[in-house]
């Protein structure tokens, strides 16, 4: 078990920069997460901390030791691959054995860890069969239980479950966050999935463009994004964002998305966002289950509005609806006996206790 | 449901449609219509050989049907197999052979295994450049290498010309170019995180290759291996020009020096020679297609 520790690591791939200096503590035992959109380094970065790629700068320690310079099979971690990488001629036995082997561990030793590793996934009756006489779904767990015989220092996942479809993928979520909570082995995994990066881990790191966005517990980033970025990629559906004004106005704040629609800021963030008066370039930011539909029992910083609704996705236990403001589209869950139809008016509260205001020069949320 | 995507839009005009069944059993006839001519065109020159075998001198000469045999005899088979010339002619061919398939596939799948896999400076152009030495024909290469191994006999007096196992340096030339790029071809399609995760499992390059490399490539591998095979058992010009003696002939260069004699073909015993010279490769290609299964990749990953 060790700590991992990047320390202002850049990648560049001839001239184009990949990486562009992360700093990242991951503690013992944690699972983080690095999630962002295709492209943005999060495969980068695993796979300088797997050593398969040589870094550009910076330090990566394993433990209290720099290995930029160790080879993979020196680094005592173990790696799970999206499309599994299972060694197509060797059973699943030699195949979770292989690396005991190699390392010339002791039969019994090796039998030992392989059904030990195997009850934990649910496989032991698979351990003679060939990859290809398993599905989808025993590969991936084969493909863990290769890295979970070894007994590494980190356990690396890169987008493990991408190839699964819906449902099997929800089933492996679970079985991967069961498995950290038996082993719990230090854990980095990579997706581009934010559901699974918000339900796996103890700490998300949302990359972008090279960058860390930001480092949270996956509910402090919901919750309260720094970033544009951030605010936009964590969440599902996405965080509405309207361009507004922030006006002065009788006892305090007042946001004015377009002529029908202003809301008062709550007197909290007032002295927050005084500063901001004459910005031009403000956002409101308000998650689509923070507009709900009007009810009795609205709490004094519930705002009630009236809007034409333009579509309606009903999802069972509630009801995604989306209307125009400013000419952007806007997402609200409603409840789904709230009556809500395609082209009627309906009463919707915008709950201001959890707006944001982002900056969308700068990316920032004030 | 393309049926109910039709009776939706109503039909509008008749379409006609060909039958699978129909057009699946018109292929087939045609394949075996082909199928047949090539058979018959290239067994014909076996069979003929077989047929030719088992004549008597006179009745080759004779004017009968040339596709039958009246007196049938095992004597071309005899005098060759008993004939001591004959047997070294053969134990030099498969000697070379099976050295030189052997140096072949060591080189080729080392090389290979670096070009495909080990990623350093000029290694694309490298493996471009192993490909085309091998569009330089050998007619081209035998005057310079005759050259050359004249000059090392000047320079150290190790003679090199007229022994067999100087075959052995020149039919690489041909074979590990070749079969290099097969095996580059063949490693190139297997996945790259195979090779990773051998890496971090602790592999090191030698034990990735040789432990999940190598059988995971072996369908290309008996590819290569019976190109080479085949290559050195049928050169021809190598050993015509490096080799005279009766002793360090192989078989193809020793059937036509000693079973042609001025302007009188031995023809019995010339198609015996050279049936018999054709059953090695035949029984090594019976041998080796049962190992011959492609698709040894699957399960490695996402399908």
Known sequence: MAQVTLRKVVKNYDQTPAVRGIDLEIADKEFVVLVGPSGCGKTTTLRMIAGLEEITGGDILIGADVVNDVPPKDRDIAMVFQNYALYPHMTVHENMSFGLRLKKVPKEEISKR?????????????????????????????????????????FLFDEPLSNLDAKLRVQMRTEIKKVHQKVRTTTVYVTHDQVEAMTLADRVVVMNNGRIEQVGAPNDLYHT???????????????????????????????????????PVPEDRTARYEQHLNNGQLLFGLRPEHLMDAHAHANPH????????????????????????????????????????????????????????????????? | MANTAVSVGGPTRQIRYGSVSRDRKRALIWSYVFLVIFAIFFLMPPVYMLI??????????????????????????????????????????????IIVVTIT?????????????????????????????????????????????AFVNELTGIELINNWWVLLFLYPTLTVPFCTWIMIGYFASIPKELDEAALIDGAGWMQTLTKIFIPVALPGIIAATIFAFTVSWAQFLYPLA?????????????????????DVFNW???????????APPLIIYAFLMDYYIAGLTAGATKG
Not at chain 1, 121 to 146: F, H, N, T, W, Y
Not at chain 1, 237 to 256: D, F, H, Q, S
Not at chain 1, 307 to 330: H, K
Not at chain 2, 122 to 136: E, K, P, Q, R
């Open chain 1, 114 to 154: 392989v059904q030990a590793a195997a009850q934990i996934l649910d496989i032991s009756e698979l351990l003679q069969r060939k990859p290809k006489q398993l599905s989808g779904g025993q590969r991936q767990r084969v493909a863990m239980g290769r890295a979970i015989v070894r007994d590494p220092k980190v």
């Open chain 2, 242 to 262: 490096f080799t005279t003696s009766t002793d360090q002939l192989v078989l193809p260069v020793g059937i036509i020096t000693t079973l042609i004699k001025g």
């Open chain 2, 52 to 97: 030719t075998s088992l004549k008597t001198s006179a009745e080759i000469s004779a004017i009968t049907n040339p596709w039958w045999v009246y007196n049938p005899t095992l004597e071309n088979y005899v005098s060759l197999l008993t004939s001591p010339e004959y047997l070294t002619f053969f134990w030099n061919s498969a000697m070379v052979s």
């Open chain 2, 105 to 149: 596939m060591v080189i080729s799948v080392l090389a290979a295994f670096a070009l495909a896999r080990m990623r350093f400076w000029g290694s694309a152009t490298l493996a471009t450049g192993v490909f085309l030495t091998y569009l330089i024909p050998e007619t081209l290469l035998f005057i310079p290498l005759f050259k050359i191994f």
């Open chain 1, 225 to 263: 994004p720094m970033t544009k970025f951030v605010a936009g990629f964590i969440g599902s559906p996405a965080m509405n964002m309207i361009p507004c004004r922030l006006e002065k106005a009788a006892g305090g704040l007042r946001v004015t998305l377009s002529d029908g629609v202003s809301f």
């Open chain 2, 268 to 278: 019995g015993q010339i198609m015996t020679g050279a049936l018999l010279g054709a």
């Open chain 1, 302 to 366: 519930q705002h009630p509005f009236d809007v034409t609704l333009e579509v309606t996705e009903p999802m069972g236990m509630e009801t995604l609806v989306y209307f125009p403001i400013n000419g952007i589209d806007i997402c609200a869950r409603v409840s789904p006996n709230a009556g809500a139809q395609a082209g009627s008016r309906l009463r919707l509260l915008a709950d201001l206790d959890n707006m944001h205001l982002i900056d969308d020069t700068s990316g920032r949320v004030l």
